[in-house]
């Protein structure tokens, strides 16, 4: 076998995630009421645009989560009956990226430049050395004349937005045969009312948007192979190979976190709302007492308390992956120790004025059990509740833990992670003159994603909200 | 006639795809009361809404005049047209307890309105708004100025939305239905204090309403709205003598009475037709059982049937006047036989309490309690109905509760067919649920929208283990879904897909599935409109006949009770003040308070003599009730020794029995 499959902690919760939304959309499919509000939502120019984003950044995630090994090449000949695995634990979108992976410089050097950014000394073929910013080994070493690196650009930039419109009019031809064969129409008229905008999805939002991505996406591959296109950090890594990795950071703290407050938040919620009494004054002396400790100290006391055993039982990790993997995890754990409580508020108050509702009532009367009454009438009725929470809770989760890992107590500083970019980079900003692709790069990707997830809950409340709905 | 006060012309209105009101044509003159009558969905309020130029905003006015005093209100720009507002044309709401600010003081609200139109010195502001609250019968004005709308009752709410109307000196109110959310009692205080204003200031009222007894009582012209447009425009007198229109006639025979006691109310089938879709012919001709060919394709033209009466219907076309003046044959059917009369009481609920401990402070201690039901004795034998008649907050609701052990009784025993069902937990209690039943007042919100109506049906067969499969309980559910006058296909569809009388349908259907012997019904027909009212309450009695159900039927409502109910108990502030047979209480009333509740319900026939008996102020909150006899501040025949105790039960006949000081006992 030329490889080894790793599944790291965090990969297995975001397939069972996946699976999870898969079943979801299943079992929402076949059922008019949950499938209405999803119908609103697809329906929503912001909602098609906003998912076409999440869905790239979702992409970068997935291949980011599966982890391998590669067989180290013979070096002794076939000698050995074992194979023998590289230590080093690879994702397909390393693979993917490893000419971005490999090509690392010196020290910092801006985006697309061909010289480093700081001065050194150059030896010259005649023996004098001479201070100066010195050529890049990669980044545009394929000029001769470092002048004519803009023409490059330009020409290598609209070639490769070429390629993604190239790519972009396959997927649109492949989509409106699709569309037109379930409509029984010719793709041709099918395309002619995606681009006047006669279709019940605003198909055409949601392809000029992946148009856009697609051509700004085919630019990037094609310059990153020679440039550095956001630059290159202190030790000389691609920016934009950081900032790629960090996707997945982001996007696992965000779903993982309320995956794992869930299960708590919905049971505790519920219980304290439906059974009152003794229950209730239990559950809401545990949240209240719970959101009176600070949750940065709790955080921060958590995590040094890993960093510690970490550092005692140094033998437990096979490789720095796996133990950064687990650091990510005990963070989604602890975040979501932190961040039940207001779901759980939340619901305890909809199970108050549900359990109180005629249909409770007349279910109690017909002599239906607790724990009945609870997952058939209190359940799916709060579950629109349990989404929003969810939708609106992950921009700010992905936000905290930029703040996290600026104050140190995020992930392990040897993953990649949008909060470690910007920690990075904070030195860097009172540097003169001043470095600032590190952090703009990380607030790019930071931004659009956090946009993208902050509209699209906005379109899913309003969506799921019933009250919101009586007013449409 | 002198010239029209308001003039209304070709008025149409959209709701995007929807025309909701369409060529509407009336005429007010000053200082008189029209009514305009219809059922829900019918667009009575838009209506009121387009002449105040307050629609929603997909609401537009396609075409039409409404000429106040000559001046076309639609013609107004906006800043022209609120100056109009509130100075010559007035409205008030339905919901009293939602139209005023609650962070506010009911005279800074008031004072608001004044200086609005008046825009006088602060001091004159002060008295005018102390005259407005005397005006509109507020005691204590100077106190009540001061006072937030919390601290108010909804019958005085409504009367401070009434004053901050009159606050421009109108001379149109536009009241869109004024008294709906409010009690009976109430419902007459405030009804008699718009008559009071009109007679004094002569302002003209556009009553908007769809409670015929409002109308009968207080209107002089009314007009019957249909699908967003008037079908007939009469004088009230001319109307209840002979409606003309076949729905405004169905309309009236619907109305639950006792004289209809052994027949069936004449329901009208169907419902409302969707108002966004283009009308060829009469609107009413699906639901109208006289229907001729030509209804379908051409639209009625207006007939006089009378002076001053107009009605749009094909009946009246010249060939078919007989056919239109013979009333509608009567669906007569013999008094069923009064069974069970005297059968031993199936329920006997004696004593019962249900109290609400109020907690406070940090330790939420117990400081009081609210005595929500405080000792009702109540007996329902089989095949009868036992209607708990109150206003609301009497704890008519709870008391029927509590008989289902939904809420835990204080004290009291309830005992059913001789076993004592209070105090019995969950488990133990689940084999009476089978018998005991419930179907509540509001069908919209009594079904989890997130099942299918077979599975709501199939509930209690799942639970109580009587059907194990699920095919099983959908043929079962649909047999039920047969049984109340509903396809069985229904099985398959979601309630919102239902109209509120449809969905109570599946409500009965539901608690039938268990095959009940005694089902409360709480207001079961009260958020229904007059016709869908007459369909539950035939298919109650219906079921009555056929299964021998016992009903407790908790209402306000007194002619469903003159209807539907063998017995009657009458509960005031958390007690059974009065009780006996169904004629006895409604034809010689012993209690004060049951007398007051009889006079104040508005009957649908103008020509009624009636002495109305007038109650003042509102229902003591039932944490602190008065001490003695709890009616005894608003009781008109008080006396010292009323306060003192609370009266014992007095007999009055054998079935017949009244707590109060003032009647005999044995007479």
Redesign the interface.
């Known amino acids: 076998m030329p490889l080894m499959p790793v599944v790291l902690w965090t990969d297995a919760l975001l397939y069972l995630l996946l699976a999870l939304l898969g079943g979801f959309a299943w079992h929402a499919a076949r059922h008019e009421h949950l499938r209405a509000p999803w119908r609103r939502v697809a329906r929503s120019r912001i909602g098609v645009v906003t998912l076409v984003v999440l869905g790239c950044y979702l992409l970068v995630a997935v291949l980011d989560s599966v982890h391998l090994r590669l067989r180290l090449a013979d070096q002794s000949g076939a000698t050995s009956a074992e194979t023998r695995y590289s230590p080093e634990v690879l994702s397909l979108l390393d693979l993917a990226l490893a000419g971005l992976r490999s090509q690392s410089e010196k020290t910092y050097s801006a985006p697309f430049a061909t010289h480093l950014y700081v001065k050194e000394a150059i030896e010259l073929p005649d023996g004098r050395v001479l201070r100066d910013y010195p050529r890049l080994v990669h980044g545009g070493a394929h000029l001769d004349d470092p002048a004519a690196r803009g023409l490059d650009i330009l020409w290598r930039g609209l070639l490769g937005a070429l390629l993604g419109l190239a790519l972009w009019g396959a997927i649109l031809f492949a989509l409106s045969a699709a569309l037109a064969r379930r409509r029984g129409i010719t793709p041709a008229l099918m395309r002619a009312r995606i681009k006047a905008g006669r279709t019940e999805v605003p198909w055409r939002a949601a392809l000029l948007t992946l148009a856009s991505i697609l051509a700004l996406g085919g630019a990037v591959a094609l310059l990153a192979g020679h440039y550095h296109v956001l630059g290159t950090d202190k030790v000389g890594e691609d920016v934009l190979y950081q900032a790629l990795k960090s996707v997945r950071t982001g996007l696992l703290i965000g779903t993982l976190t309320t995956l794992v407050m869930l299960p708590a938040a919905l049971l505790l919620g519920i219980m304290a709302g439906y059974f009152r009494g003794w229950v209730d004054d239990l559950i809401q002396y545990l949240y209240t007492t719970l959101n009176a400790i600070p949750g940065v100290l709790l955080i921060a006391a958590a995590v040094l308390m890993l960093q510690v055993y970490m550092s005692n039982h140094a033998e437990d990790f096979a490789s720095l992956v796996e133990r950064a993997d687990l650091r990510l995890l005990f963070l989604c754990l602890i975040l979501g120790v932190t961040s039940w409580t207001g779901l759980c508020r939340l619901l305890r108050g909809e199970t108050l004025k549900l359990r109180e509702s005629d249909y409770v009532q007349a279910a109690s009367a017909l002599g239906v059990g607790h724990f009945t009454i609870i997952g058939r009438h209190i359940l799916p009725n709060v579950m629109h509740i349990v989404l929003i929470t969810l939708v609106l809770d992950f921009s700010g989760l992905v936000l905290a833990e930029a703040v996290l890992s600026y104050v140190n107590i995020g992930v392990d500083p040897t993953m990649n992670s949008w909060g470690n970019m910007i920690n990075g980079a904070r030195l860097e900003l009172a540097r003169e003159p001043v470095v600032w692709w590190s952090l703009s790069a990380a607030f790019v990707f930071m931004f659009t994603l956090v946009l993208a997830a902050n509209l699209f809950a906005d379109v899913v409340r309003d969506a799921f909200d019933p009250r919101l709905r009586g007013a449409a | 006639m002198s010239a029209p006060l308001l003039e209304v012309e070709g008025l149409s209105t959209t709701i995007g795809a929807a025309r909701v009101v369409d060529d509407l044509r009336l005429e007010l003159a000053r200082g008189e009361t029209f009514a305009l009558l219809g059922e829900s969905g019918c667009g009575k309020s838009m209506t009121a809404l387009s002449l105040m130029r307050l629609l929603p905003p997909a609401g537009r006015i396609e075409s039409g005049a409404v000429r106040l005093d000559g001046v076309d209100l639609l013609r107004l720009s906006e800043a022209e047209m609120r100056r109009v507002r509130g100075a010559r044309l007035a409205m008030i709401f339905q919901e009293p307890q939602t139209s005023l600010n609650p962070v506010m003081r009911i005279g800074a609200q008031i004072a608001e309105a004044v200086r609005l139109h008046a825009g006088a010195a602060a001091a004159a502001v002060d008295a005018r708004v102390l005259e407005l609250l005397h005006a509109v019968g507020i005691p204590d004005p100077e106190r009540r100025a001061r006072e937030y709308p919390h601290q108010l009752s909804g019958g005085m709410k409504q009367r401070v939305m009434i004053a901050m109307a009159l606050a421009g000196d109108p001379e149109l109110l536009i009241a869109d239905e004024p008294t709906t959310a409010l009690d009976v009692t109430i419902q007459a205080q405030v009804l008699g204090l718009l008559k009071t204003l009109q007679q004094q200031s002569g302002l003209a009222v556009l009553l908007i309403t769809h409670d015929l007894g409002v109308v009968a009582e207080t209107a002089e012209r009314l007009a019957v709205m249909y699908a967003g447009e008037i079908v007939e425009t009469a004088t009230t007198a001319a109307f209840f003598a002979a409606p003309a229109h076949p729905y405004s006639r169905m309309l009236l025979d619907s109305l639950p009475t006792a004289d209809k006691r052994g027949a069936r109310l004449a329901a009208i089938p169907g419902r409302v037709p969707p108002l966004d879709r283009a009308f060829t012919g009469c609107r009413f001709v699906e639901r109208c059982p006289r229907a001729l060919a030509r209804c379908a394709e051409q639209l009625p033209p207006w007939h006089e049937a009378g002076a001053g009466h107009w009605v749009r219907c094909h009946l009246w076309d010249a060939d078919q006047v007989d056919a239109a003046t013979v009333a509608a044959p009567a669906v007569a059917e013999g008094e069923q036989a009064p069974a069970g009369e005297d059968a031993a009481p199936l329920l006997e609920v004696a004593d019962l309490k249900v109290h609400f401990p109020i907690h406070r402070g940090v330790l939420r201690r117990v400081v009081g309690q609210v005595r929500a039901v405080d000792g009702v004795s109540l007996q329902l034998r089989p095949g009868r109905t036992l209607a708990l008649v109150g206003e609301s907050g009497c704890g008519k609701t709870t008391a029927g ?1 509590a008989l ?1 052990q ?1 809420i835990a009784p204080t004290a009291g025993s309830i005992r059913y067919q001789g076993h004592e069902l209070a105090g019995l937990g ?1 488990r133990r ?2 084999r009476f ?2 018998d ?3 179907i ?3 069908p919209h ?7 299918l109506v077979g599975d ?1 049906i199939g ?2 067969l ?3 283990g009587l059907a194990r499969t699920r095919p099983e309980r959908l043929r079962r559910a649909a047999e039920l879904l047969e049984l109340v006058g509903m396809p069985g296909a229904a099985v398959e569809r ?1 309630p919102h897909e239902f109209s509120g009388g449809q969905r109570q349908r599946i ?1 009965i259907a ?2 039938l599935a ?1 095959d009940p012997r005694v089902i409360v019904c709480d207001e079961p027909t009260s958020a229904l409109d007059v016709s869908v009212q007459a369909q539950i309450l035939n298919l109650l009695k219906d079921l009555q006949a056929r299964l021998g159900l016992s009903y407790l039927f908790i209402t306000h409502d007194l002619s469903v009770v003159a209807y539907l109910a063998h017995e009657v108990a009458v509960m005031y502030l958390g007690r059974v003040v009065e009780r006996g047979r169904v004629d006895e209480i409604l034809e010689r009333p012993r209690h004060p308070y049951t007398r007051a509740l009889l006079s104040a319900v508005p009957v649908a026939d103008p020509r009624a003599e009636r002495r109305t008996l007038r109650l003042e102020g509102d229902m003591p909150s039932p944490s602190a009730p008065p001490p003695g006899c709890h009616f005894h501040p608003r009781c008109p025949e008080a006396r010292p020794e009323c306060a003192l105790a609370y009266p014992e039960g007095r007999a009055v006949s054998a079935t017949h029995r009244v707590h109060c000081l003032l009647v005999e006992a044995g007479r």
């Open positions: 509760k289902l939904l969950h209690m689940r649920r089978k005991l039943q419930i509540f007042q509001d919100a009594s079904m989890n929208p997130r099942m709501v509930e209690g799942q639970a109580l979601y409500c539901r608690a268990v």
